[in-house]
């Protein structure tokens, strides 16, 4: 199987930081990474589909890159409500993986 | 409302049965592959079952082949998850998700719900 390697596993920022997320593939997975918000008792929320596509009704300050094995997320500048675990999931072949998630705390 | 709603947890003896579901509202339930995806304490996502629109198609990770069957039945709007021989490491919250692009089994998750909470424990 694929395996997505996320990285860093918790990150301490402040409102206002600019921090980004990885992900990388044991394969050339080209495009198909998707990324996720989760806060705790909620339903996960989709940010980013397909690399680098912005959901529909998500924050312009999210935004994803990448191609091949080597892919990010990054929040241009840090909100109160975007503190939350996030999740990179590749769907290239099964069986889907997500990578093991960031937890995004406040410093 | 688009939403879609978990139900059927509980607590269960280890090597028992469980069917979780899942109803669907607010957007043509039959157009979408629908998805299980559970997280165990403390660790992250794991995805276990996925069926096409029709029904006609299931996927499982090894994890669970065997074991896990996703079914759906379009006329409830609703979406299946039976569990046998549950075990401890079943323990987990159980949500189902939507596939976002109408008649695709591949794609992004655009819809969840908050899960239902599985319990094996004896």
């Known amino acids: 199987d694929i395996e997505m390697t996320q990285s860093p596993s918790s990150l301490s920022a402040s409102l206002g930081d600019r921090v980004t997320i990885t992900c990388q593939a044991s394969?050339?997975?080209?495009?198909?990474v998707n990324w996720y918000q989760h806060k705790s008792g909620e339903a996960p929320k989709l940010l980013i589909y397909d690399a680098s596509n912005l959901q529909s009704g998500v924050p312009s300050r999210f935004s994803g890159s990448g191609s091949g094995t080597h892919f990010t997320l990054t929040i241009s500048s840090l909100q109160p409500e975007d503190f939350a675990t996030y999740y990179c999931q590749r769907y290239d072949s099964l069986p889907i993986t997500f990578g093991q998630g960031t937890r995004l705390e406040i410093k | 409302q688009v939403q879609v709603v978990e139900s059927g947890g509980g607590v269960v003896q280890p090597g028992r049965s469980l069917r979780l579901s899942c109803a669907a509202s607010g957007f043509s339930f039959s157009l979408y592959a629908m998805n299980w995806v559970r997280q165990a304490p403390g660790k992250g996502l794991e995805w276990v079952a996925l069926i096409s629109n029709d029904g006609k198609n299931e996927f499982y990770p090894d994890s669970v082949k065997g074991r896990f069957i996703i079914s759906r039945d379009n006329s409830k709007n609703t979406l299946y998850l039976q569990i046998n021989s549950l075990r401890a490491e079943d323990t987990a919250v159980y949500s189902c998700a939507r596939v976002f692009r109408p008649q695709q089994v591949d794609g992004a998750f655009d819809l969840w719900g908050r899960g239902t909470v599985v319990t094996v424990s004896s």
């Open positions: 394969q050339d997975i080209t495009k198909f």
